[in-house]
Every structure is written in structure tokens, then in C-alpha cells.
């Protein structure tokens, strides 16, 4: 079992739609949480970080379930510009920060 | 503005030839780190520095090396580069007195192996 899994998509989702993503991650000792966004052929950058009350940046809402160990984003009233892969990030507990991505879910928003 | 610079952004090698990949960062950061990105893949941590102390992933082959010559820079060295090793080339760096966790990545090495 990968220790952080998501589904690849793509999702291809109208303007204006909401969509969810959802992640799950092995190590009931993660501590740290985050989804990162990479652009095609991009480095990831840091989206948002994810805290157990959930929290929302705007159009983006993250949400952690430490007891089923799922983290979520949902992002409303997607623009062309949210198109791009959000990767799930956790730590991997052990002292220093190592992170451990996830593959990443495809979005692709159109017209 | 402070930043990752990687150097350089695409770099073409023949199979078996040596290859070394730049990264430096003016953050002042303790930790640094390199992953591979594969196309679809998750970024894959090979080694990271803690300071000056090296820490290599498990599974990285021998075929990769790393040098910190000082807090600034940091080199990821393939020495003999097979068709399997093209990928993206990601630099990052931390630091433990920031904010718990978050990366800093570099903009990445295209590395094309012929």
C-alpha cells in the first residue's frame, strides 16, 4: 500500500463547477498535512496547509479526518487558471521534515 | 527575493556519462533536499542534508551522489546516468525554525538521458 494515494483523474470539470478531491495516507503518526499544486512541467508549490479544524483559503476548503486518515480540498467555482495537478502531502514522522507526496490528481477546467 | 535556483533548467547527457545538477538558495535554510519526478509520478526524496549531515534514502541507488559544500549549495551527482534516470530533478530546502514542514522547491532539472 502506497503511504499516500489519490485518485490520478483526470477531472474535467466546467467553469464556475466544485470539485473534490480526496487522499488517504498510511502513517496514523503523521503529524502535518498540506496539498501542493504543480503546473505541467512546474515545480510544486505549497497550496495550503491542512489543520484538524479544517480550514479555508478563499475558494479552497481542506479538511482532515485523523481517525479514518483522509484529508480532502474542495475547491468552488473553479477557474481556468485552477487547472494543474494538487498533489497530498503528509510528514513523515521521524524528526526532521520529510514529506511524503502523493501522485497527485489531475484537474482540468474548460470553458 | 530570497529563493531555490536550480542550474540548469534542461540538461541533455549521454547514457553513461557523468552529470552534476545544481541547486543554491539564498532562504538560509539548514535542510536540503533532492527528489526525482517521474511524468504522473510523485516527487521521490533520494537523499537530504541536515546541515552538513547527509541522510540517503533507502532506496536510492548508487548511482547518486550529493555534495553541500556550504549552507548555500548543494549538488546532486549521477555518475554513470542510464535511460531510466530521465526525470525532473527537484531541489528544496526547509528549516526547522519555520513553519513545521514546509518545503521551498526549486523551479527543477529536465534531465534527458540519449
Known amino acids: 500500500r502506497k503511504e499516500v494515494e489519490q485518485d490520478p483523474g483526470p477531472f474535467n470539470v466546467p467553469e464556475g463547477a466544485t470539485v473534490a478531491f480526496n487522499c488517504t495516507y498510511s502513517n496514523s503518526a503523521s503529524q502535518s498535512f498540506f496539498w501542493y499544486r504543480q503546473d505541467c512541467r512546474k515545480e510544486p508549490k505549497l497550496l495550503m496547509s491542512?489543520?484538524?479544524s479544517g480550514n479555508e483559503d478563499g475558494r479552497f476548503t481542506a479538511q482532515l479526518n485523523r481517525a479514518s486518515q483522509y484529508i480532502s480540498l474542495l475547491i468552488r467555482d473553479s477557474k481556468l487558471s485552477d487547472s494543474a495537478t494538487y498533489l497530498c502531502?503528509?510528514?513523515?514522522?521521524?524528526?526532521?521534515?520529510?514529506?511524503?507526496f502523493g501522485a497527485g490528481t489531475r484537474l482540468a477546467v474548460h470553458p | 527575493d530570497a529563493m531555490v535556483i536550480q542550474n540548469p533548467r534542461y540538461q541533455v547527457t549521454q547514457f553513461g556519462k557523468p552529470v552534476t545538477l545544481s541547486c543554491s538558495q539564498t532562504l538560509n535554510h539548514n535542510v536540503m533536499y533532492w527528489y526525482q519526478q517521474k511524468s504522473s509520478q510523485a516527487p521521490k526524496l533520494l537523499f537530504h542534508?541536515?546541515?552538513?549531515?547527509?541522510?540517503n534514502e533507502a532506496d536510492t541507488p548508487d548511482n547518486f551522489q550529493s555534495r553541500r559544500p556550504n549552507t548555500s549549495f548543494c549538488f546532486l551527482d549521477i555518475r554513470s546516468p542510464g535511460l531510466g534516470d530521465a526525470a525532473m530533478y527537484l531541489c528544496?530546502?526547509?528549516?526547522?525554525?519555520?513553519?513545521?514542514?514546509?518545503?521551498?522547491f526549486g523551479p527543477g532539472t529536465r534531465l534527458t538521458v540519449l
Open positions: 502531502v503528509v510528514n513523515h514522522p521521524g524528526g526532521y521534515n520529510k514529506l511524503i
Open positions: 491542512v489543520y484538524s
Open positions: 542534508y541536515y546541515d552538513k549531515d547527509f541522510n
Open positions: 528544496a530546502t526547509s528549516s526547522p525554525l519555520g513553519a513545521a514542514d514546509t518545503q521551498y
